[in-house]
């Protein structure tokens, strides 16, 4: 409820985590929303949301992102690419993968220098 302490609305999470994480993505890192926790306690709503000021939290930033492209020189060029994978059961689903594709098993890597990734995980430039 609106009333309780704690709510926090999609601005809310906007302001508490989305200005960071795209500061971060302008400075070059990766961003990751991790949701966690009971179905129907509302990951999805957060991270997604609705419409207009119900938006949730990955279009927002998204947003933010590509509005602070426009407001660099002409002379800067960005490069912007997305994944977007679910854990589920302890197996990852490639939410961009071709219906073809989703079988496909993923499994977490670790590399010395690249860090954390998933082969053949698809990504899309934005």
């Known amino acids: 409820s609106e009333d309780h302490p704690l709510y926090a609305n999609q601005q809310t999470l906007q302001d508490e985590l989305g ?17 966690y926790g009971q179905t129907g306690s509302g990951k999805s709503y957060s991270v997604l949301g609705g419409k207009g000021e119900q938006r949730g939290l990955l279009p927002r930033v998204t947003e933010g992102i590509f509005e602070q492209f426009a407001e660099l020189g002409a002379d800067v060029t960005c490069k912007t690419q ?8 302890e197996q990852i689903r490639d939410l961009l993968a071709a219906k073809d594709d989703k079988a496909q098993k993923l499994e977490v890597k670790q590399h010395p220098v690249l860090g954390t990734f998933i082969p053949g995980l698809t990504e899309a430039a934005v």
């Open 19 to 35: 200005a960071e994480m795209i500061q971060q993505a302008l400075m070059g890192f990766n961003n990751c929303i991790f949701a």
């Open 82 to 89: 997305v994944a977007f994978l679910e854990v589920y059961n």
